[in-house]
């Protein structure tokens, strides 16, 4: 866990999230939180993590996501150095579409 993030706040944004029972609900709460482009720009780096996992090339990741090379380049740092976070949710999504 980052300690530059923990916070009281934080932990009650994320109950807020986890509170959440379906996509439909997810796009209700983070439409009221987050503008437009901040989703999308998540979006994006859970799209390029997850093409990292499945060893795309950066060029097919920047082709397919229009991200940056310095955007695909932070977020495969953070799925070998990180927190484990992106490869936790890849994982967990991998195992709901077998179900």
Same mark, same amino acid.
């Given at each position: ?33 987050? &503008? ?10 859970? !799209?390029?993590?997850?093409? $990292?996992?499945?060893? /795309? ?13 310095? &955007? ?10 990180? !927190?484990?976070?992106?490869? $936790?949710?890849?994982? /967990? ?7």
């Amino acid at each position: 866990m980052n300690k530059k993030i923990k916070s009281e706040f934080v932990d009650q944004l994320f109950q807020s999230i986890l509170t959440m029972q379906n996509v439909e609900e997810c796009y209700q709460f983070f439409e009221d939180l987050c &503008t437009v482009n901040e989703i999308q720009a998540m979006a994006q780096r859970m !799209a390029v993590a997850s093409m $990292l996992d499945a060893k /795309r090339t950066y060029v097919e990741i920047a082709e397919k996501t229009g991200a940056s090379t310095a &955007t695909i380049s932070r977020v495969n740092r953070c799925l070998h150095y990180g !927190a484990d976070g992106y490869k $936790l949710a890849i994982d /967990r999504c991998k195992e709901q579409t077998k179900e």
